[in-house]
């Protein structure tokens, strides 16, 4: 009876022992699944910023090119209205010319 009253003993001991060490090796296990998680979501967060910088960058690019294009053709356009009206403001200088040597005359033989 003594003997297997040791067995018993013996056997609770070493189911101690395992389950001891079933537990180190779970929180082991837990904490090696966090790290990775908490490496995988940093890695996650970095790519996202980084796409995010990408984007921005993109857009501003993009904002930059349309700008001096816009710029450009509002010079175009400029350019094209300034010859279109060229005789017309070639005229109207030179009938405010006219006007002020007349007013210039007028003023001086009075």
Known sequence: ???IIEEV?????KVDEILKQAR???SEIARSAEKEISEKMN???QEALDLI?????DAKK???RIGAETL????????????DKKD??????????????????????K
């Open 62 to 64: 993009e904002g930059e």
């Open 24 to 26: 180190q090796e779970a």
């Open 88 to 109: 017309a403001i070639d005229g109207l200088v030179d009938n405010i010319c006219s006007i002020i040597l007349t007013m210039e005359y007028e003023r001086e033989n």
């Open 53 to 57: 910088k990408n984007a921005v960058e």
């Open 43 to 45: 890695s996650a967060r």
């Open 1 to 3: 009876m003594k003997r």
């Open 72 to 83: 450009k053709q509002a010079d175009r356009e400029k350019d094209t209205l300034v010859k």
């Open 9 to 13: 003993l013996e056997a609770e001991e």
